[in-house]
């Protein structure tokens, strides 16, 4: 049998990280973890506990309040995210949480808690993990590592899309607005910058169905699996 290995999956907001990595974990049957859930939880529970990011005491003491789960979800086989107890998967896409978002991820104290959970998850590989950091802090050692980006309209078109077919009124001109601001913060940040390196393999698929984008990421996971093997 193959031997597992990890993939990180990096890159702009809302390009399609997630829709990659669930396609590679069922393709694989391996585990899709979406870091940026996490985040999105943390700044839901700032959000409903008016925790004020400059305020490094309320910081602190929120985080020791958090508890954060991932369980599966037995129609759909994917993991969810929980917040102390409760399903907060769908309620974190909204935009009031992608609003100050970037801002919560900026914290390093935040971070630090977050890598300590993310790394647990992927110790023992087979794991598909997206989000900004992933190539760089959290799995520096990935088999694997893909940089994703495409055009900011299409970006954006897909997540207002996405976001009116849940309900929400935001407009296009707010979404994408949210990107750029998001992208700015997760690129120019002090602790664990979204950076594009070297090690990662470059996809933009601001052209490409899901499945292309899919067959091109399972040549690089046949790739890196023969690599792992021969050293
Ligand atoms: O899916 P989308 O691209 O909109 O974003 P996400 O992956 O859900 O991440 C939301 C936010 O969390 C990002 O804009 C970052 O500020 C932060 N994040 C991060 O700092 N590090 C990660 N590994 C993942 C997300």
């Known amino acids: 049998m193959r031997s ?5 999956i990096d890159g702009h907001s809302s ?29 839901l529970y700032f959000l409903e506990n008016q925790i004020n990011c400059a305020n490094e005491t309320q910081v602190h003491s929120a985080l020791s309040e958090i508890r954060l789960e991932f369980q599966k979800n037995q129609t759909t086989q994917r993991f969810e995210i929980f917040l ?38 992927g110790a023992d590989k087979g794991v598909v993990m997206d989000g900004r950091d992933i190539g760089t802090v959290v799995f520096p050692d990935a088999e694997l590592k893909i940089f994703m980006t495409a055009d900011v309209k299409v970006r954006a078109e897909r997540r207002h899309k996405e976001l009116v077919a849940s309900g929400s009124d935001a407009t296009l001109e707010e979404v994408t607005n949210n990107l750029t ?45 023969i690599n792992d093997r021969i050293s």
């Open 15 to 43: 390009c399609g990280k997630g829709t990659l990595a669930k396609q590679l974990a069922e393709k694989l049957d391996y585990t899709f973890i979406d870091s940026g859930s996490m985040y999105r939880a943390v700044a």
């Open 181 to 225: 601001t998001r992208d700015r913060i997760d690129s120019n940040r002090e602790d664990s910058p979204l950076t594009f390196t070297d090690a990662y393999r470059l996809l933009d698929n601001s052209h490409l169905s899901p499945n292309e984008q899919l067959e091109i990421a399972l040549d690089w996971v046949h790739e890196a699996s």
């Open 84 to 121: 102390n107890g409760k399903s907060v998967e769908n309620r974190i896409r909204q935009m009031d949480v992608a609003a100050i978002v970037s801002e919560v991820a900026a914290l390093s104290v935040v971070r630090k808690e977050m890598v300590r959970i993310q790394q647990e998850l």
């Open 4 to 8: 597992k290995i990890n993939i990180a």
